[in-house]
């Protein structure tokens, strides 16, 4: 079974650019290896700031951005700004008709 | 403009059932595949179960498989998930969500605490 693996934290500075990875073990999924980034701040629901792979929401600001290379998805938020302090998580397919979450990255906005 | 309304939630004892609601406007209900996701106090988010878009085919996470049912109404379009037997470890806040594509889930529900305790 596929695990979603992402470190527990990331930080930087206002303007800085950080990049949170995703990395999937036992990927035998088929085709389906897209990932899709959830941003979620304390007390709110997720809201899907990327979308497979690298497609980004109407309304989601050009400074998120995503990229996929093999089985490691990518997560970069450029320019950043005191309310992309949150919780992320890539989410992906599994296999046998389950789904699965990355375990999140904590944000931080020095 | 999409809604997700979800109700039903609250306390309840361990071994004992709950069921949630979804209720859906703002796009067409049937044609859309339709998620629930729990997160537990401080942790992660934990996919749950999935039923397709015309409530043949549902599928279940490993630690909610043969207690949990996932349903839907179409003619009403609202989403339930019936969970039996319940356990300290089901306290969550969980969310229904619609899906977009397979990898996808575009829009979410406010989200509804289940707490199991007795």
């Known amino acids: 079974q596929s695990a979603l693996t992402q470190p527990p934290s990331a930080s930087g500075s206002p303007g800085q650019s950080v990049t949170i990875s995703c990395t999937r073990t036992n990927s035998d999924v088929g085709g389906y290896k897209d990932v899709s980034w959830y941003q979620q701040h304390p007390g709110k629901a997720p809201k899907v700031m990327i979308y497979?792979?690298?497609k980004r929401p109407s309304g989601v600001p050009h400074r998120f951005s995503g990229s996929r290379s093999g089985n490691t998805a990518s997560l970069t938020v450029s320019g950043l700004q005191a309310d992309d302090e949150a919780d992320y998580y890539c989410?992906?397919?599994?296999?046998?008709?389950?789904?699965?979450f990355g375990g999140g990255t904590k944000l931080t906005v020095l | 403009q999409v809604q997700l309304v979800q109700s039903g939630g609250g306390v309840v004892q361990p071994g004992r059932s709950l069921r949630l609601s979804c209720a859906v406007s703002g796009f067409p209900f049937s044609s859309y595949d339709m998620h629930w996701v729990r997160q537990a106090p401080g942790k992660g988010l934990e996919w749950v179960a999935v039923i397709s878009y015309d409530g043949s085919n549902p599928y279940y996470g490993d630690s909610v498989k043969g207690r949990f049912t996932i349903s839907r109404d179409n003619s009403k379009s609202t989403l339930y998930l019936q969970m039996n037997s319940l356990r300290a470890d089901d306290t969550a806040v969980y969310y229904c969500?619609?899906?977009?594509?397979?990898?996808?889930?575009?829009?979410w529900g406010q989200g509804t605490l289940v707490t199991v305790s007795s």
């Open positions: 969500a619609r899906e977009f594509s397979k990898v996808t889930l575009f829009h």
């Open positions: 497979e792979d690298n």
């Open positions: 989410y992906s397919y599994a296999g046998s008709n389950t789904w699965l």
